[in-house]
């Protein structure tokens, strides 16, 4: 009889992971050479070495005894309390703490919520049939891969991906028609609607905000015209930089909101704009009946479970760390909550960046896809179209691919390309943007916040080099 035994090599380890961007994080800290850098990662370290360290965890004392206990695996009133006050501020919109839920990142928040709307409705209560499992999901693309583990994994629902047109003036835009296009022609195909549209605002890869009159206009369809709930990840709303022409807008901001809150569900965390991405916390504004029945625990209502955070906790270690971030004053005499001060701050750290890394890829030659006065978020939609196909002079047996790049889904010279980059001739990494379900190859995805700006830029020089060596074959 044999007993397997798991793989703990490193290069064992990151050939099992099935998600790129993870892969590429695991590679970058245990296999990669000194010089490499990943610019494909969503990170953010421009709040944590600018501020957080020095005005948060310089005088936080290591964890009291008081938290080396259970606690409310959702988060405990007070620390629901102050996240419903960042984000009433965030949002512009009322954020009630009742109606907040915390979670072990926001993947989990997400997978919670596919869950959760798959649970039965209460005599008289409001909201369309439940979901179940198979029932489709419709996502803009490009979109963060993580919906597919979130929502197909385990709550088994079916994403279904919206493709944005890759020419002409509409170019990565998001339209309403876009959206009806995909819901009318997955009925067409499969004799059942999609149920649920999940939106990401501001957007992941594109950056951009969705302006409030398209939001006014896909949320009412949604609601007139369909049995669709609406989720909308603004995970990204305060990473926005001066001078842009169509501010964020969230959902709860809507008067959608207000005919339906049932039917729209918010997720955000304190991974992308407060830096914390390993720290895994999340959050679900939900009123909608059986969500919040999910999240609280059901014994006495229903068929009695535990709630759904139990299994993916704000555990105490997590509570410690946010309420001193949530807790901490600034500038004297308790005037300004941290919090304000450092999102204020971000602001003009990521103005700053971004526009020093966009004059580094202009001055470069290096392509990509924004309209000037579009938010960026953290990312450069990188075009790189021109050079599929391309090969350095000696030839492609020069390339050696990563370990985890060979067995996937990615356009072969996509994927050829972002291992030429990844490999000795720039040592950086670009996410592949089929990796995100982008509807043409050749298009990668750069976050400009992973490191400072100079660092950035110095792994754009040597991209342009190594482009600069490519020929057309053949």
Known sequence: MTVSTGPIEPAELIARIPDFEQALALYRRELAPDDFLDLSVAENVLVYEDSMQKMVFDDTRLLPEKYIHYISAYGDPKLREKVAVLLTKAFEAPVAPGDLFGTGGVGSALECLAFALQ???????????????GD????????????NWSFEQRPKLKCVPVPLPTEGEGRFRLTLDAIKEEYYRYYRVNAEYPRLLALTNPHNPLGVNYGQPLLDEIYAWVLDETEMHVLSDEIYCHSQVDGGRVPFTSAL??????????????VWGFAKDFGLSGFRTGFLVSRSGPVQRAMLGTKGIEEKKHPMSWFTPVDSLKHYVLRAILDTTVNGGGAELYTDYAMSRYRELLTASFEKVRDRLVQRGIEFVHTEGDNPAQFFWIDLTAYLGKRPPEGAATVTPLPFTRDGDVNEDELWLFNYLAGPAAEVALLPGETMHSPAPGYFRLCFTAYQPEVVCTAIDRVAQALGTLVTVG
């Open 119 to 133: 649970g039965p409705l209460l005599p008289g209560e409001a909201g369309p049939p439940p979901l179940k499992e």
């Open 136 to 147: 489709a999901v419709l996502l803009p693309a490009p979109y963060w891969q993580g919906f």
């Open 253 to 266: 901001a809507l008067d959608a909101y207000d005919r339906a809150p049932e039917r729209i569900h918010v």
